[in-house]
């Protein structure tokens, strides 16, 4: 059974993880972000290392401690943090965040990502822990888009794509095939917010994946948050990419979106 590190921002998902993998009889040893990661992720894992944001040095100490050999990188981190010239910063962690030019979400955990190939950490696939959070094609909720929404679903994903590949953002919001709103450094849930004040109602929303999209981070994820923002600016309804997609708490998204009226479709 393997050691595994969990390097864990923000929200839900590291708890999941950590849960799956102990289940397969893994070693969970956690890395959280103070005042970033949850302090329930204690409960979930064999033992957790509490690091100050930009401490990467001695993340790197800690595992060689912990003789640890793959890690995992989940949780959400808000993008807008790397583009701060941060004085928390350590030596190691200016290597990466302070020398490229291209401060993207996705550059900059790849260059995370080499720097622990270098030192015989693998960054892991997560959908070997988390496989059971990714629906396949179809129609989730009783609730079922119109044919003009159906469109305007098609219309979204073609932009979602190219978004994605230009690496700007991951989600459209759309109504009658013209764009309300894309999503780029604030995040998904303030694009859509956006889109509602812009639209008042009747649009759908549309999240997309990278072209090759790394299964290892930053992987697309839906969770309750981004559909009660869907509900509250007036969305009708929410489409995202199989195979390529996290969808968290799948029995009480369907239950809350066909209670609002709110169709949720894998595409």
């Given at each position: 059974m393997a050691?595994?590190?969990l390097?864990?921002?923000y929200?839900e998902?590291?708890?999941l993880?950590a849960?799956?993998?102990?289940?397969?009889?893994e070693?969970v040893?956690a890395f959280?972000?103070?005042g970033?990661?949850s302090?329930?992720?204690?409960?979930?894992?064999?033992?957790?290392?509490?690091?100050?944001w930009?401490g990467?040095k001695k993340?790197l100490?800690?595992?060689?401690?912990e003789r640890?050999?793959?890690?995992?990188l989940?949780g959400?981190i808000?993008k807008e943090?790397f583009l701060?010239?941060?004085?928390?910063f350590d030596d190691?962690?200016?290597k990466?965040?302070?020398k490229n030019?291209d401060k993207?979400?996705?550059t900059l955990?790849g260059e995370?990502a080499?720097?622990?190939?270098?030192?015989?950490?693998k960054?892991?696939?997560l959908?070997a822990?988390?496989?059971d959070?990714?629906p396949?094609?179809?129609?989730?909720?009783k609730?079922?888009?119109?044919e003009?929404?159906?469109?305007?679903?098609?219309?979204?994903?073609h932009i979602g794509?190219?978004?994605?590949?230009?690496d700007?953002?991951q989600?459209?919001?759309?109504?009658?095939?013209t764009?309300?709103?894309?999503?780029?450094?604030?995040g998904t849930?303030?694009a859509?917010r956006r889109?509602?004040?812009?639209?008042?109602?009747g649009?759908?929303?549309?999240?997309?994946?990278?072209?090759?999209?790394d299964?290892r981070?930053?992987?697309?994820?839906?969770g309750l948050?981004t559909l009660?923002a869907?509900?509250?600016?007036?969305?009708k309804?929410l489409a995202?990419?199989e195979?390529?997609?996290?969808l968290m708490n799948?029995?009480?998204m369907?239950?809350f979106?066909?209670e609002?009226?709110?169709?949720?479709?894998v595409?």
């Open positions: 050691r595994i590190g390097v864990a921002g929200g998902l590291p708890i993880f849960d799956a993998a102990k289940a397969k009889g070693t040893i959280g972000l103070k970033l990661t302090d329930e992720l204690a409960k979930h894992v064999d033992k957790i290392h509490w690091l100050e930009g990467l993340g100490l800690l595992l060689a401690v640890i050999g793959q890690i995992a989940l959400k808000k943090i701060k010239n941060d004085d928390r190691e962690a200016k990466i965040f302070g030019k993207k979400d996705y955990l995370v080499k720097l622990l190939q270098s030192v015989g950490v960054v892991i696939d959908t822990y988390l496989g959070l990714i396949s094609k179809g129609t989730l909720t609730t079922a888009p119109a003009s929404e159906w469109e305007d679903v098609r219309y979204g994903e794509r190219e978004l994605a590949r230009l700007i953002g989600t459209v919001a759309v109504r009658d095939k764009v309300i709103s894309v999503e780029a450094v604030e849930d303030e859509i889109a509602g004040a812009l639209a008042k109602q649009f759908v929303v549309v999240k997309m994946a990278r072209p090759e999209q299964m981070f930053d992987v697309p994820l839906i948050d009660k869907v509900v509250e600016a007036g969305a309804v995202f990419e195979k390529k997609t996290l799948r029995e009480e369907v239950k979106a066909d609002n009226g709110v169709a949720i479709v595409i």
